[in-house]
């Protein structure tokens, strides 16, 4: 079983599995301990009951510390794995993954809000988002793909089919502040087969107007109401 204390051990595979150092693990956690004993106060059960014995009474379950719940979410978040396989790695049933699938990622993503590092979705309010933060103003966007499983109907799997990846998948862009590695955009979800410079051109993000911008040539031709953008100039190997 992958277990948190064992973990913080070997910093390397801490970060590959979590995305986070142990050190910015402690950080999050102290804020998802905090979501958590607000959705679950120790007066109540699981299923919001008065309690009627000691907390620690009856069955014991397999994420029994805030920290192994928190590592629970975070290597779901990270590596996207079937339910069954981030079942076998916690040791527990196919089912019971996915019922703290659906009980924890809300706590999640009201300790990231706490924190104050949640993306933004809206892109109307993405400058307003990145004033508040008073980071530099060097930003980097691109597209992301992560792979999905292939749909049964033939419109959806051509729909979602990425050649460029040679894969199905299902696809966002997100801008990156480039000093401090913060994201402070996430689009919608789109199907893989969907170009990068088109979910921009929907989305119509608003940028802050000081505001440099990198990005790569899937997005040729965007142009956003910056002060500067950059793109790397395309090889000859890659226009042959």
Do not use: C
């Not at 008065?50 to 590592?71: H, I, S, Y």
């Not at 749909?151 to 460029?164: F, N, T």
Request: proline fraction near 4%; avoid cysteine; charged fraction near 30%.
């Amino acid at each position: 079983m992958l277990e948190y204390k064992r973990l913080t051990k070997d910093r390397r595979q801490f970060l590959a599995l979590t995305g986070l150092t142990p050190q910015e693990f402690v950080e999050l956690h102290l804020a998802f301990g905090k979501a958590y004993e607000k959705a679950h106060p120790g007066d109540k059960t699981g299923n919001g009951h008065v309690r009627k014995r000691k907390v620690g009474g009856g069955r014991k379950g397999r994420l029994r510390t805030t920290e192994q719940k928190l590592l629970f979410s975070l290597v779901y978040q990270k590596a996207y794995p079937l339910q069954a396989l981030l079942g076998e790695v916690f040791e527990m049933s196919q089912s019971r993954a996915n019922r703290w699938i659906h009980e924890l990622l809300p706590i999640l993503k009201q300790a990231l809000g706490e924190l104050g590092v949640l993306p933004t979705r809206e892109p109307s309010k993405f400058a307003r988002h990145e004033r508040r933060h008073q980071e530099g103003v060097e930003l980097i966007i691109d597209g992301t793909d992560r792979r999905r499983q292939r749909p049964k109907s033939q419109e959806k799997q051509a729909l979602h089919y990425s050649g460029k990846h040679k894969t199905h998948s299902d696809k966002n862009v997100v801008v990156v502040n480039a000093k401090s590695k913060r994201v402070g955009y996430l689009s919608q979800t789109y199907a893989g087969k969907i170009h990068d410079k088109k979910i921009v051109d929907t989305e119509a993000i608003h940028y802050p107007r000081a505001a440099i911008l990198y990005k790569d040539t899937g997005f040729q031709g965007y142009e956003p109401n910056v002060s500067q953008t950059h793109q790397p100039k395309k090889s000859r190997a890659g226009a042959r």
